[in-house]
C-alpha cells in the first residue's frame, strides 16, 4: 500500500499543485477536468481546482472575490463550463463545482431528490413555483423568472441558492443586451437538474452519496477524513466514511487520513 508521503507526491502531480504543471489551455482545462471527475473554481479545499492549476497572478491580490481570479485566465471557467460533456452545479456547499458527464451520472438520484422535494414545497413556495414553471416553460432566463413569476430579486435570489446548492436547479452565465444601449450585462439561465442532465441513473440518493464521497477522494488522491463533510451540499457522517474503509472503497494510509484506488 502506498504510505500517506507518496500519495502526497502524487496529489501534488495529478492535482497540478506546482507551476511546472500548470494548464496551457482550454483544452487542457477539459482534460484535466476528466481525469479528476470533478474540479471547483477556485482553490478552496483539497479538491483539485481549475484556477489554482493555472498558476497565475490574481487580477487584484488585495481584493476578495473576483480580484483573486487568475489575471487572464478567468474566462476559461465560462469556457470550460460550454464544454460538451461537462456540467456545473453548485453543489460543493453553494458554491461552483464542475463535473464530468461520469460524475454528474453519480450525483444524479441526490440531484433528482432535491428537485422532488423542491416540488413538494419543502425548499419554500417560491422554490416550488420556480421548478414548476421550468417544468412547463423549459430553462429561462433571470429576467424572465422575475417577470413571469413576479419575484423581486431579493426573493429570488434566496430561492435560488436553496435550489442550486441542493443540485435540484443548476445555472448557466449568459450574457444580454443592457437596457441602456450601448452595452450588456451578466445573466443567468436557470434549468432543472433533470433537463441539464437527462440521463437518469437509477439506485437511491445515499448510495450516490457513497460514490460522490469517492469519487472525491479519488480526484483529490489523499485527504484528510474531517475535511469530506465539508465538500457537499449533504451531510457526510464519519460512520459513513467508515464504511466505506470498512468495504475497501476507500483505504487509510494514516490515521485520519483516506485515499482512494487510482
Known amino acids: 500500500m502506498p504510505t500517506l508521503a507518496d500519495l502526497r507526491a502524487e496529489r501534488i502531480r495529478l492535482c497540478r499543485l506546482t507551476a511546472d504543471r500548470a494548464l496551457e489551455s482550454v483544452d487542457d482545462a477539459e482534460a484535466f477536468l476528466h481525469d479528476r471527475r470533478m474540479l471547483t473554481l477556485v482553490a478552496d479545499s483539497s479538491l483539485p481546482s481549475l484556477f489554482g492549476a493555472t498558476h497565475e497572478e490574481p487580477y487584484a491580490a488585495v481584493k476578495a472575490g473576483f480580484g483573486s481570479w487568475p489575471k487572464t485566465k478567468w474566462r476559461w471557467g465560462g469556457e470550460l463550463a460550454g464544454r460538451t460533456g461537462v456540467l456545473t452545479a453548485k453543489i460543493h456547499r453553494g458554491k461552483l463545482v464542475f463535473l464530468s458527464r461520469e460524475a454528474a451520472s453519480i450525483a444524479d438520484p441526490l440531484c433528482r431528490e432535491s428537485l422532488a422535494r423542491a416540488a413538494d414545497g419543502e425548499l419554500g413556495?417560491?422554490?416550488?413555483?420556480?421548478?414548476?414553471?421550468?417544468?412547463?416553460?423549459?430553462?429561462?432566463?433571470v429576467d424572465d423568472l422575475k417577470t413571469e413569476l413576479g419575484l423581486d430579486a431579493k426573493t429570488l435570489r434566496s430561492a435560488r441558492e436553496k435550489l442550486e446548492s441542493s443540485g435540484a436547479v443548476v445555472s448557466k452565465g449568459t450574457v444580454v443586451p443592457a437596457a441602456i444601449e450601448p452595452g450588456h450585462k451578466h445573466?443567468?439561465?436557470?434549468?432543472?437538474?433533470?433537463?441539464?442532465?437527462?440521463?437518469r441513473r437509477k439506485g437511491s440518493a445515499a448510495a450516490s452519496l457513497d460514490e460522490l464521497v469517492v469519487l472525491g477522494v479519488r480526484a483529490t488522491v489523499v485527504t484528510h477524513q474531517e475535511e469530506i463533510r465539508t465538500w457537499f451540499h449533504w451531510p457526510v457522517t464519519s460512520g459513513a466514511i467508515e464504511g466505506l474503509v470498512r468495504s475497501g472503497r476507500l483505504s487509510r494510509p494514516a490515521p485520519g487520513w483516506v485515499a482512494a484506488p487510482q
Do not use: C, K, M, N
Open 125 to 141: 413556495p417560491e422554490a416550488a413555483t420556480i421548478v414548476s414553471h421550468l417544468a412547463a416553460a423549459g430553462p429561462s432566463s
Open 187 to 199: 445573466s443567468s439561465t436557470l434549468a432543472r437538474w433533470d433537463q441539464a442532465f437527462t440521463q
